[in-house]
Nanobody, 120 residues
Framework: QVQLVESGGGLVQAGGSLRLSCAAS????????MAWYRQTPGKQRELVAA???????NYADSVKGRFTISRDNAKNTVYLQMNSLKPEDTAVYYC??????????????WGKGTLVTVSS
């Protein structure tokens, strides 16, 4: 059983910074993609940033230059450093792990979400 624990959300003023963390636990051999998504009421969940095993990353245009995703494979943890936050970044942020290889095969997992609120 793979479990994800997210942390780091909260309230911050515009221009401030937050760092999100998502730690996966369980019998994990490897994780292909570790990503962050976000969702606001009435909108579809959107990809914010993804870190692929092997080193490549990609970002939504709206966060390029402000957010940085990183992963620690030894700890099965992914981070999202968010700088220069804007009110439009307010959302529930979800951790997503894709192609997690375990003794039972592989699967995809979602965290429960952490709320980020940016005040103007």
């Amino acid at each position: 059983q793979v479990q994800l624990v997210e942390s780091g959300g909260g309230l911050v003023q515009a221009g401030g910074s937050l760092r999100l963390s998502c730690a996966a636990s369980g019998s994990i051999f490897s994780i292909n993609t570790m990503a962050w998504y976000r969702q606001t009421p009435g909108k579809q969940r959107e990809l914010v940033a993804a870190a692929i095993r092997g080193g490549s990353t990609n970002y939504a245009d709206s966060v390029k230059g402000r957010f940085t995703i990183s992963r620690d494979n030894a700890k099965n943890t992914v981070y999202l450093q968010m700088n220069s936050l804007k009110p439009e970044d307010t959302a529930v942020y979800y951790c997503n792990l894709e192609k997690v290889v375990t003794p039972n095969g592989y699967g995809d997992y979602w965290g429960k979400g952490t709320l980020v609120t940016v005040s103007s």
